[in-house]
């Protein structure tokens, strides 16, 4: 399941990916692409089956164009103008969608440093205002011992 969320910081639309992924859509997706590739694959063999059977022919002695073989020949070539179209823009949209993903875990990686630097610099401050404390403790502790000892 994706669901949309808005990070309410930077109003960056973000997808959430779920461990229970809709399965339905996925193998509907498996069975489109097994469907187009059978279909290729018929298309190739009947091509073949074209081209072999106009080999085994007996030669005349002028040839005579195959309209059967140039038929399965366009067929073919439309068959895998589709299927390689249809990859192409899954492939594209892939990558649209990588980039963007990319933009934004650059975007939150910047972030993050900047938090980062602003915690470092946040524990450096403690560090020192600690460090004046416990001198300041050490200092009064002994001017007290020095007038317990007069």
Not at 4 to 13: E, M, P, Q, V
Not at 23 to 52: M, W, Y
Not at 90 to 102: D, P
Not at 125 to 150: C, E, F, P, Y
């Amino acid at each position: 399941m994706v669901r949309d969320s808005l990070n309410a910081n930077k109003g960056i639309r973000m997808n959430i990916i779920h461990s229970e992924v809709d399965e339905s859509a996925e193998t509907e997706a498996a069975e489109a692409n097994l469907a187009a590739v059978t279909e290729v694959e018929a298309g190739i063999r009947d091509f073949v089956r074209n081209d072999i059977a106009y080999l085994r022919r007996p030669v005349s002695s002028e040839p005579a164009p195959d309209p059967g073989a140039e038929a399965a020949v366009a067929n073919v070539n439309s068959l895998i103008q589709r299927v390689a179209g249809t990859s192409l823009a899954e492939i594209e949209n892939l990558i649209a969608e990588l980039e963007a993903v990319r933009d934004i875990l650059h975007a939150e990686g910047q972030r993050v440093q900047r938090e980062l630097s602003g915690y470092a610099q946040l524990s450096h401050a403690a560090m020192k205002s600690t460090r004046m404390i416990a001198d300041n403790v050490a200092q009064w502790k002994r001017a007290v011992d020095g007038l317990h000892n007069t």
